[in-house]
Nanobody, 126 residues
Framework: QVQLVESGGGLVQAGDSLRLSCKAS????????MGWFRQPPGKEREFVAR????????DYADSVKGRFTISRDNAKNTMFLLMNNLEPGDTAIYYC???????????????????WGQGTQVTVSS
């Protein structure tokens, strides 16, 4: 049983930065393709970023490219999302997600991810 726990959310102002963390337990993260999703208020869950098991490949939503960076430390079973130049439109609950499927069998759909954290709130004020 894989458990994912996010941390690092909070209330910030536009232009600020935040770093989210996702700690995995129950399985080595080096065996898990990882991703971040978010759910803005009143909207459906959407893809933010994903990273391959070895960290060599990444993919980002167009809305966050150039501002967000996904990374992972498999030795610590932890994944990160560095969010720079935050905008009010980034306000959402952020979820980390994982799947044992390899990179080539996953995409930007939440349906491809089996493991989910409980979410952490990020609020960006203007």
């Amino acid at each position: 049983q894989v458990q994912l726990v996010e941390s690092g959310g909070g209330l910030v102002q536009a232009g600020d930065s935040l770093r989210l963390s996702c700690k995995a337990s129950g399985r080595s993260m080096s065996d898990i393709t990882m991703g971040w999703f978010r759910q803005p208020p009143g909207k459906e869950r959407e893809f933010v970023a994903r990273m391959s098991m070895d960290g060599a490949r990444t993919d980002y939503a167009d809305s966050v490219k150039g501002r967000f960076t996904i990374s992972r430390d498999n030795a610590k079973n932890t994944m990160f999302l560095l969010m720079n130049n935050l905008e009010p439109g980034d306000t959402a609950i952020y979820y980390c997600a994982g799947t044992s499927r390899p990179w080539t069998m996953t995409g930007a759909s939440a349906l491809g991810f089996l493991y989910w954290g409980q979410g952490t709130q990020v609020t960006v004020s203007s």
